[in-house]
């Protein structure tokens, strides 16, 4: 008997465990939901429901819809709370909403969509999916048109008021579509008018929600600033828009008025400043004032600078080879026929009786010592003068100077011919030929 009340009992756990098992296991449901038809152009809302019996741990993670020929616009991430009850069980969610578009008519197939979640308490991830659905798209497709209910105004805006040559009119078109990707909206026709020159300014595209991540439709804003060139009376033309009905499809246009803008002449304004009479002020009380050569002086002076010290290491070698080139200089006017031979012309205008300045021209000149052997070579004439000029000179006559005049005239015949004599080239070098060497220290005791 006892063993038969304890396998009533287990029996009776087993079963009340089953459900208590089943009541624990998280749910989640996913249902895909569109209009079964559509006006092609039209935006379709696909709305996907995502609910679950506990709560999401984290977002769900909702699957990429790529349809051929249909703009897809994916949820923007806001999301609107459902809640439901299905077979007694309460059910809450998020539902997300796609927006369509078919540029062409036909039939679109939209396959189940695979959405997953993490769900509480446990935080497991369920995967779960919708029903396949088809959206049939009729009408004609019209690039540039919009097809939904439409909304148009404007708005003028001058600065100033009344308007001046040089002002700027600002014209405003604001479209406004319910249930209609703001994208889709066509730009407003701001065209060029005459008179006036057209600056566009970028669009202000928004798309519409109620707040809780509902659709609504989409908003389109086109500005113009038309500047006048001249003064007078012109007008800005009306425009018209097109749309298409988004259940028949039948053609719909809405005309804005223009408007007529007075244009006055600009006035010839003062300046509101003496900029010289600013200037006058600046320098006002100033103790001391620039040049106008300073300045580009002193740039100067700093380039220089900045390129003596950049190539210092050049310019130390320059500056050596100038200096050695200096010095060789000198050491060849030193020992230059010329300079021994202005000397012998100083000489010769004085009044000392000596030949010094004399003798070293001749050596310098003809390489000879003498007097007598430098003009042994010379006519007669010469080698008599030569004669006469030494007997006054060492002689008892030696107190006449008529000698000078005489032998500085005939020396500049000498010097001529001594020139056009090339001398004989030496078998040893000058430094080592002893006879230059013993005609030297003569000559340098003359």
């Known amino acids: 008997m006892m063993r038969l009340v304890r396998r009533w009992s287990l029996l009776l756990a087993m079963a009340l ?14 249902t895909a939901k569109a209009a079964a038809q559509g006006q092609t152009g039209a935006t379709v809302q696909l709305q996907l429901e995502v609910m679950t019996s506990t709560w999401f741990t984290q977002p769900p993670r909702l699957p990429k819809l790529d349809l051929p020929g249909v703009l897809v616009t994916p949820p923007s991430g806001e999301a609107e709370l459902v809640r439901a009850n299905q077979d007694g069980q309460a059910l809450s969610g998020l539902r997300y909403t796609y927006l369509l578009s078919a540029q062409s008519a036909g039939t679109i197939q939209i396959p189940a969509l695979s959405v997953t979640a993490q769900l509480g308490p446990g935080g497991a991830p369920v995967t779960a999916e919708s029903a396949p659905l088809s959206i049939v798209f009729g009408g004609d497709a019209q690039p540039g048109k919009v097809v939904g209910a439409l909304t148009v105004t404007q708005a003028f805006a ?27 909206l066509p730009p407003a026709p701001l065209a060029d008018v005459p008179h006036f020159k057209r600056y566009p300014r970028e669009p202000e595209v928004v798309t519409l929600t109620d707040g809780r991540g509902g659709f609504v439709g989409g908003q389109r804003i086109d500005r113009a600033d038309y500047v006048a060139q001249e003064a007078g009376s012109f007008a800005l033309p009306p425009l018209t828009l097109n749309w298409a009905d988004e259940h028949s499809g039948a053609p719909q246009s809405k005309t804005l008025p223009g408007r007529q803008i007075e244009v006055a002449a600009a006035p010839q304004a003062a300046p509101p400043f003496s900029l010289a009479d600013d200037l006058a002020r600046l320098r006002h009380g100033l103790r001391w004032a620039l ?11 700093a380039a220089a600078g900045l390129a003596l010290w950049l190539g210092w290491t050049w310019w130390r070698r320059l500056a050596r080879a100038l200096i050695a080139a200096a010095g060789a200089g000198r050491t060849r006017w030193r020992t230059s026929e010329t300079r021994y031979w202005l000397a012998w012309r100083r ?3 004085g009044t000392q009786p ?7 021209w001749i050596r310098r000149s003809s390489g000879a010592v003498a007097l007598r052997a430098a003009l042994a070579p010379m006519a007669e004439g010469d080698r008599q003068l030569a004669e006469n000029t030494l007997r006054q000179v060492y002689g008892a006559g030696g107190g006449h100077a008529d000698w000078r005049a005489r ?6 015949a000498w010097r001529k011919a001594w020139r056009r004599r090339r001398p004989a080239r030496a078998a040893l ?4 030929n002893p006879v230059d060497q013993g005609r030297n220290a003569r000559m340098g005791r003359s």
Do not use: K
């Open 17 to 30: 465990a089953v459900p208590l098992q089943a009541q624990e296991a998280p749910v989640l449901r996913v």
């Open 158 to 184: 001058l600065a100033p008021d009344p308007m001046v040559q040089g002002g700027r009119v600002t014209r405003s078109v604001t479209q406004r579509a319910d249930g209609v990707q703001a994208m889709l």
């Open 291 to 301: 040049p106008a050569w300073a300045m580009p002086a002193l740039i100067g002076l």
């Open 347 to 349: 000489e010769a205008r």
């Open 354 to 360: 000596v030949l010094s300045d004399c003798y070293r």
């Open 407 to 412: 032998l500085a005239a005939r020396s500049r």
């Open 429 to 432: 070098p000058a430094g080592l």
